[in-house]
């Protein structure tokens, strides 16, 4: 809300800009050497033959554009949370899938585990393992359960809704279009609010820096009465009309010269300021997409490792339970594969969870995409 108050004054000072081109309507009192006094009423228009008017319009246009691209910022970080919030909520979905798969497996082993005990074949430390493993998972399923009201609630608050059940697809569903392995052109740093904002900034610091330039040279002012000669515009170019010119409206600055070159010389120094924070802006820009590509790659890698290596703790799970049946094996190996397989399936959730979220900082750090 307060981005778009700020549009709503950068527009003001914009038509305030560009209300200095029009003419502006007065009344005045003149006394003539004669002694005839006389009331007059005048419409003025200060000709911009310096561009210090132009120059205070370009400076309020770029002040405008910078409050559009600060709006900008607000909706991208919006949209980016909304997204990132949205791959959480299915992420942990899945994750509870997996929790209440593996809750009905850890109850089919328990029951399994006492039968073996019964049988002789394992002792009561492996039916307690069991039910240790079966309180775990259902202790995850709560926090599971926790994490996902929680989430929700908060993604309805960046909606503006009331707290609510949110409808949603699945992880799996999700698919990444966008070609990043092959980066992304330097161009679509211009899409960031930050840098269009940095930009601005320097385009008002400059436009700033020409205003002030303009107001060491005199001010033309055109009479609907008169108008200015030929004669006048030379005055205006001549040697007397630098030093006081009393006709044609012509105000000289001299006497507040230092004044003007006060602020000539501060909005030269905040030109400076302002490209400088546009060329540090650009660099912290292309270092944050630089991040987002790598944090990507890593995590689809990531990926692919988590993948197999809970693959590979279910053909363990598979072995230790033969061996087991066999009589040859050790049954704290099979629980010890169980365990490893849930947090290794987890974990692979949690890779591709990373991979979405990656590609949200990389929609973040471009302003909003990559077109």
């Not at 029951?111 to 393992?129: F, H, Y």
């Not at 309805?156 to 609510?164: E, Y």
């Not at 033309?220 to 009393?246: C, N």
């Amino acid at each position: 809300m307060n981005a778009v108050q700020q549009i709503r004054i950068a527009e003001a000072y914009l038509k305030q800009g560009k209300a200095n081109f029009l003419p502006s309507v007065s009344a005045g009192i003149t006394a003539g050497t004669s002694q005839n006094n006389s009331i007059t009423g005048n419409l003025g228009w200060e000709a911009d033959i310096w561009g210090r008017i132009k120059s205070s319009k370009d400076a309020a246009l770029a002040s405008l554009l910078r409050s559009q691209a600060a709006q900008q910022a607000v909706k991208s970080q919006l949209v980016a949370s909304l997204a990132d919030t949205y791959y959480q909520l299915m992420a942990l979905d899945e994750e509870k899938k997996i929790t209440e798969e593996t809750i009905a497996n850890r109850e089919n082993n328990l029951t399994t585990t006492r039968a073996l005990k019964d049988a002789g074949t394992v002792s009561a430390v492996a039916v307690e393992q069991s039910q240790a493993l079966l309180i775990n998972s259902r202790g995850i399923l709560v926090n599971l359960d926790n994490n996902i009201r929680l989430l929700e609630n908060y993604f309805c608050l960046l909606l503006n809704i009331p707290a609510q059940p949110v409808e949603r697809n699945t992880l799996s569903e999700q698919q990444i279009s966008a070609p990043l392995s092959v980066g992304v052109p330097v161009q679509l740093l211009t899409n960031r609010p930050d840098v269009r904002v940095a930009e601005y900034n320097y385009m008002n610091a400059f436009f700033g820096t020409n205003a002030a330039k303009a107001a060491f040279y005199p001010s033309l002012t055109i009479t609907a009465g008169a108008g200015f000669s030929a004669s006048d515009f030379d005055k205006l170019f001549s040697p007397g009309a630098l030093f006081g010119a009393v006709a044609g409206s012509l105000m000289q600055p001299i006497f507040n010269k230092r004044q003007i070159r006060t602020q000539y010389e501060v909005a030269s120094a905040n030109q400076e300021i302002a490209l400088n924070n546009y060329k540090r802006t650009i660099l912290s820009a292309a270092k944050d997409v630089s991040d987002a590509l790598f944090v990507y790659e890593a995590q689809n890698k990531l990926v692919d490792i988590k993948k197999t290596e809970f693959e590979h703790y279910d053909t363990i799970i598979s072995y230790s339970r033969e061996l087991v049946d066999n009589g040859m094996g050790n049954f704290l190996d099979v629980i010890t594969a169980m365990q490893n397989s849930l947090n290794a399936q987890l974990n692979y959730v949690d890779a591709k969870y990373g991979r979405l979220s990656a590609v949200v900082q990389l929609y973040k750090a471009l302003g909003g995409g990559w077109r």
